[in-house]
């Protein structure tokens, strides 16, 4: 009956188009204007019957008597554990980054030993500057010591010659006082002089340029004369100790916790690393309204600091929750209701069930209320049926 209304409403349609067609009289626009409320005739026409189908398929007792269901899918709900993370980007990076500096300032480069991309023990020589000046005055810091020396050598002679006649009653009291006076002056510049050889011999030392720590030489740019004064020309990252860093915005400050699992994947090296916060920042940066959290990385020789990194943050989690495909889940006036299976006498009927939801994590949303375990949720075919209506799992 339902069918025979929408071809009789379609034919008279078409017979008043044509007849709108033959006519010859009334301009172009009235014409357009007769065709568009035609068309929206057209539509509201068939919304009233999608509106009555779907009453009469309530309302018709036929369907029980010829004993015709529904066909849909069915889950049975059970309890399981829910999690739900933050997504973010990150970066990998290092904990400990060196700039290697010059100790005393500096200097021209004479010899360069290591490259970009080196590994680097601690205690390595890397440069050598220019020490041609240097070298010079650590040897006449040593003939000038040297100097010194054989005058004190000599001054102590006389001191010892002089103190034996004084001894014997030879020679006058100031003769001696000036020759022990003489001894403790040279004795001075003496140990001034061996202290100028230690600092000149110290400067030298410092014309060889040496790591204090390990790691890799993550850049290297310094060439041979040029002049190597630091300002970041050598760096060292210690590839042994990396972390994560990601910048949470600041409504999650309240659900991120210090030592929170941390899901960590590197999608250019397909590597995924459990691991935990270390470091929670406690200041809001005012550029991005985000806080500052690290994760530290267990050793692996393929990660490198700068990756990009996809950062899972668990910021909650439920041991029992009851968790659907959002997929499922409809919305009325009155909230959120699925479907499910219920058994009625011989008869499997579909149930309407309001439902109070929580947490959305992926392709599951947790329910917090309106369903129990051992419900039958209804999973495929749950757009086209109506509260009560007769289904079944199998196919006939």
């Known amino acids: 009956m339902i069918r025979s209304l929408k071809n009789i409403t379609a034919v008279?349609?078409?017979?008043?188009?044509?007849?709108?067609?033959?006519?010859q009289k009334g301009s172009l626009a009235e014409k357009k204007a007769e065709l568009e409320q035609l068309k929206k005739e057209q539509i509201a026409t068939a919304d009233k019957i999608t509106a009555l189908e779907a009453d009469i398929a309530k309302l018709?007792?036929?369907?029980?008597?010829?004993?015709?269901?529904?066909?849909?899918?069915?889950?049975?709900?059970?309890?399981?554990?829910?999690?739900?993370y933050i997504d973010l980007?990150?970066?990998?990076?290092?904990?400990?980054?060196?700039?290697?500096?010059?100790?005393?300032?500096?200097?021209?480069?004479?010899a360069i030993f290591v490259k970009k991309g080196d590994f680097v023990k601690k205690g390595q020589l890397l440069l050598q500057l220019d020490d041609a000046v240097i070298k010079q005055a650590v040897t006449a810091a040593k003939k000038s010591a040297e100097t010194l020396k054989t005058q004190l050598s000599f001054a102590k002679d006389l001191y010892s010659r002089q103190s034996n006649l004084w001894k014997q009653g030879i020679g006058t009291e100031v003769q001696l006082l000036s020759a022990k006076n003489n001894v403790e002056s040279l004795e001075k510049q003496v140990e001034?002089?061996?202290?100028?050889?230690?600092?000149?011999?110290?400067?030298?030392?410092?014309?060889?340029?040496?790591s204090d720590v390990e790691g890799i030489a993550d850049e290297v740019n310094v060439k041979v004369g040029e002049l190597f004064a630091g300002m970041g020309q050598i760096?060292?990252?210690?590839?042994?100790?990396?972390?994560?860093?990601?910048?949470?915005?600041?409504?999650?400050?309240?659900?991120?916790?210090?030592?929170?699992?941390?899901?960590?994947?590197?999608?250019d090296i397909n590597k995924t690393y459990n691991t935990a916060i270390s470091v929670l920042g406690k200041t809001i940066n005012v550029n991005n309204r985000s806080f500052s959290v690290e994760a530290k990385l267990p050793y692996d020789g393929i990660v490198r600091p700068n990756q990009m990194a996809q950062i899972k943050i668990q910021d909650y989690l439920s041991d029992n929750a009851i968790a659907i495909p959002v997929n499922t889940m409809q919305t009325?006036?009155?909230?959120?209701?699925?479907?499910?299976?219920?058994?009625?006498?011989?008869?499997?009927v579909a149930r309407k069930k309001q439902i109070i939801v929580g947490e959305l994590y992926g392709q599951l949303i947790e329910v917090k209320s309106g369903l129990a375990a051992g419900d039958m949720l209804i999973t495929e075919g749950y757009q086209n049926i109506y509260d009560g209506q007769r289904i079944t799992t199998d196919i006939k």
């Open 192 to 210: 001034a002089s061996e202290a100028n050889v230690r600092s000149a011999e110290e400067q030298l030392h410092a014309t060889n340029v040496y």
């Open 89 to 110: 980007q990150g970066r990998v990076d290092a904990d400990n980054i060196s700039y290697i500096t010059p100790r005393l300032g500096g200097g021209q480069v004479k």
């Open 12 to 23: 008279s349609l078409l017979i008043v188009l044509a007849a709108c067609g033959n006519k």
């Open 60 to 84: 018709d007792t036929s369907a029980s008597k010829d004993d015709v269901a529904k066909l849909v899918g069915t889950s049975a709900i059970t309890t399981q554990k829910f999690i739900h």
């Open 235 to 267: 760096k060292i990252v210690n590839t042994r100790s990396l972390k994560v860093v990601t910048d949470v915005p600041e409504n999650y400050g309240g659900n991120v916790k210090m030592s929170a699992p941390v899901i960590v994947v590197l999608p």
């Open 332 to 348: 009325d006036d009155k909230g959120k209701y699925v479907f499910i299976a219920v058994k009625e006498g011989n008869k499997l």
